[in-house]
């Protein structure tokens, strides 16, 4: 963790704060002494969480209520946190919605329910903390959550991927427009962190988990706490010159499932004596 005070007379605003990696990121945040604004739609989750983090660090957490799909909510949401904490140094863009589904399933609904939340959501937060900011003259660090298959794309979370991607565009974008504003822009792609939220829709029966974690050479999951150090740090004074970053942090999954070999991991010492033997005797033919 950082020092202790890193954030302190800081504003941090993060967005699905009530719950899972939101809330672990908060609760860093106001460890290290930021006054924290958590959003989501569920107001009573987000007043309970408020008031569990404030009472082990001892810092004010607001809740605000806010649909990110919707332009008006957040537009609402922006003016509160002003009213209520002033314009934010800090800005966490960590709502998301997803499921896994094969595509042939998806309704026009269900793909426009998730870009919704993911790519107009982070835009809308964006674009509005933005222009406030910018009226203000106040610079600030924003970051996205977004995931290992932004990049290399995934089956059967098709919107995800294509919405995690189009975030990752903007902040890449917006990392080279407004930083003459004092704005920063980075983006984390964790890979696979056991939460509530996100394993009950993309391992609704738990048979997954098992897989991910041969696949992972650091041999498990990732925990809140380990996102939350990543993020407070990129988000902290401490990497004022990291911007326009895209930070994979997934102990190695994402190589380890593009290295054609890597399944290799399998084969024991005898079968290697086995294999080098027979490589040698093929020696110069
Ligand atoms: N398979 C296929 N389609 C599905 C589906 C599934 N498992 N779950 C939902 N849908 C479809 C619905 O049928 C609906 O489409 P339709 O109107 O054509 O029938 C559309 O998606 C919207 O679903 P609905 O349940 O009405 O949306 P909601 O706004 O109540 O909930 C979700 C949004 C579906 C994203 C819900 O999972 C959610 O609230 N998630 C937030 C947290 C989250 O996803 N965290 C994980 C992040 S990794």
Redesign the pocket.
Known sequence: MLPLNTFKGKVAFIT?GGT?LGKGMTTTLSMLGAECVISS?KLDVLKETANEITSQTGNKVHAIQCDV?DADSVKNAVTELIQVAGHPDVVINN???????PSE??????W???TD?VLNGTAYITLEVGKELIKAGKGAAFLAIT?IYAESGSGFVVP?ASAKAGVEAMYKSLAGEWGRYGMRFNVIQPGPIK?K??F???DPTGEFAGDMVTRIPCGRLGTAGEIANLATYLCSDYANWVSGAIIRMDGGEYVFMAGEFNNLKKVTNNQWDIMEKLIRKTKGS
Do not use: K, V, Y
Request: hydrophobic share 40%; glycine share 14%; proline share 0%.
């Open positions: 699905g899972g739609r799909r709502a998301a919605g997803n499921f896994i589904s399933r998806l309704s026009a609904n269900a426009r329910t998730i939340i995931t995800s939460t939220g996100a009950s829709r993309l």
